[in-house]
T-cell receptor
Framework: AQKVTQAQTEISVVEKEDVTLDCVYE???????LFWYKQPPSGELVFLIR??????QNEISGRYSWNFQKSTSSFNFTITASQVVDSAVYFC???????????????FGQGTELSVKP | DGGITQSPKYLFRKEGQNVTLSCEQN?????MYWYRQDPGQGLRLIYY???????QKGDIAEGYSVSREKKESFPLTVTSAQKNPTAFYLC????????????????FGPGTRLTVL
């Protein structure tokens, strides 16, 4: 079965704290892609990162970093020194490879609502 | 500016009415998608289209219909057969590269919030 689980429904932190959002996935495919999206209060989803299943290197982009571990089927997202502007709902998503997924379908987790308080 | 537009932003529907949500993109993307978002459930795929005049059902297509007469446009009709249509609807598009869609990120519109009165 293909599934994405974000066990943390809501997280609340104080500004400047580090926070990690968890994502666990299940897939039948050996080739797949993982994504993180941010949904601010305006509603539009904003693409943050894509990772393919053959690349387990961690990635850092400014205050954002991602930890991809195939052994535990996880793709966690860490925000360092959080800011109020980071408050949003964050979604992890899975896209299986073209053998199973000609249409490029994304399977989303339930989302984690992050609230950063000043 | 390239992007995806959705209209209207808010839509109210009476019981038994069909309503159509608009989605237009000027990104020259091949594929377009419709998702439904309910609180605590993430996004679920309604329909998608890889090319003009062709579309496929997603996970929750019952009570919805679409058309893809132009590359830029992918309107969604919520019919009276959809029993619980109150939700936030998001349209997305992506590019076909190297013969596949799975790799490419989807770009999203601002959404339409539909409420049944």
């Amino acid at each position: 079965a293909q599934k994405v689980t974000q066990a943390q429904t809501e997280i609340s932190v104080v500004e400047k704290e580090d926070v990690t959002l968890d994502c666990v996935y299940e897939t039948r495919d050996t080739t797949y892609y993982l994504f993180w999206y941010k949904q601010p209060p305006s509603g539009e989803l904003v693409f943050l990162i894509r990772r393919n299943s053959f690349d387990e290197q961690n990635e850092i982009s400014g205050r954002y970093s991602w930890n991809f571990q195939k052994s535990t089927s996880s793709f966690n997202f860490t925000i360092t020194a959080s800011q109020v502007v980071d408050s949003a709902v964050y979604f992890c998503a899975l896209s299986e490879g073209r053998i199973y997924n000609q249409g490029g379908k994304l399977i989303f987790g339930q989302g984690t609502e992050l609230s950063v308080k000043p | 500016d390239g992007g995806i537009t959705q209209s209207p932003k808010y839509l109210f529907r009476k019981e038994g009415q069909n309503v159509t949500l608009s989605c237009e993109q000027n990104l020259n993307h091949d594929a377009m998608y419709w998702y439904r978002q309910d609180p605590g459930q993430g996004l679920r795929l309604i329909y998608y289209s890889q090319i003009v005049n062709d579309f496929q059902k997603g996970d929750i297509a019952e009570g919805y219909s679409v058309s893809r007469e132009k590359k830029e446009s992918f309107p969604l009709t919520v019919t009276s057969a959809q029993k619980n249509p109150t939700a936030f609807y998001l349209c997305a598009s992506s590019m076909l590269l190297a013969g596949q869609l799975a790799y490419n990120e989807q770009f999203f519109g601002p959404g339409t919030r539909l409420t049944v009165l």
